[in-house]
């Protein structure tokens, strides 16, 4: 049930950029970052009230949506609010890019803390895995700031919703493949290994 809520609670996020979209296109900005940034708080108590618990991305995408929203609302400019997507995509491959090199990545923690009688994938596998992500959260961040500086909010949100799930498909379907591969050549070496043992 904790899950379901949570996946929900994922998708309701994307509420404050569908509200900012539409209010921009109706009303004038002010009220556009208002109501991008009242949806933020309603997520974030309705999160609290259904789960009992906030997540720490929730925590951080409101923070930003609050901040960046102020600093629009002072200087007339919709563009700092827009810049939030950048601003998690870089906090993202940032966080995870310090787990690595401290020598243990979420996923791996994640896959450990797993239980045992289930398949798990080499350690090497999950750490490579993690790269790649983190690499792609920090392309996406720089992405986004292009879109919202110079490309039209339409497109911002796409790339900000649907976009972003429609890009890290396409990015697992490689890694897929590339897993595949990884594991083929394990096994190759391996066997390779115990043939010399055996000369």
């Known amino acids: 049930m904790d899950q379901k809520l949570s996946k929900n609670f994922f998708?309701?996020?994307?509420?404050?950029a569908f509200a900012y979209w539409?209010?921009?296109?109706?009303?004038?900005l002010r009220i556009a970052l208002a109501g991008g940034m009242i949806l933020?708080?309603?997520?974030?108590?309705?999160e609290q009230y259904f789960t009992k618990h906030i997540h720490t991305l929730s925590k951080f995408n409101f923070f930003l949506i609050v901040?960046?929203?102020g600093i629009s609302l002072i200087g007339d400019e919709g563009i700092w609010f827009k810049l939030q997507p950048f601003?998690?995509?870089?906090?993202?491959?940032?966080?995870?890019?310090?787990?690595?090199?401290?020598?243990?990545?979420?996923?791996?923690?994640?896959?450990?803390?797993m239980p045992q009688g289930k398949n798990k994938l080499p350690d090497f596998i999950m750490k490579n895995m993690e790269k790649h992500v983190c690499i792609f959260f920090f392309v996406y961040a720089l992405f986004m700031a292009f879109v919202a500086i110079f490309l039209s909010t339409d497109t911002w949100l796409f790339f900000k919703?649907?976009?972003?799930?429609?890009?890290?498909?396409?990015?697992m379907i490689f890694e897929?493949?590339?897993?595949r591969f990884q594991i083929k050549k394990m096994?190759?070496?391996?066997?390779k290994a115990e043939i010399f043992k055996n000369f």
């Open 67 to 69: 901040l960046l929203g």
């Open 187 to 191: 096994i190759e070496n391996q066997q």
């Open 11 to 16: 998708l309701i996020s994307f509420l404050p």
């Open 176 to 179: 897929f493949f590339f897993i």
């Open 22 to 28: 539409y209010l921009e296109e109706n009303y004038p």
């Open 87 to 113: 601003f998690t995509g870089l906090g993202m491959s940032s966080f995870m890019g310090y787990r690595l090199w401290k020598g243990e990545g979420m996923l791996l923690e994640m896959m450990k803390s």
């Open 161 to 171: 919703t649907i976009g972003l799930y429609i890009i890290f498909g396409v990015l």
């Open 40 to 46: 933020a708080s309603l997520e974030v108590i309705l």
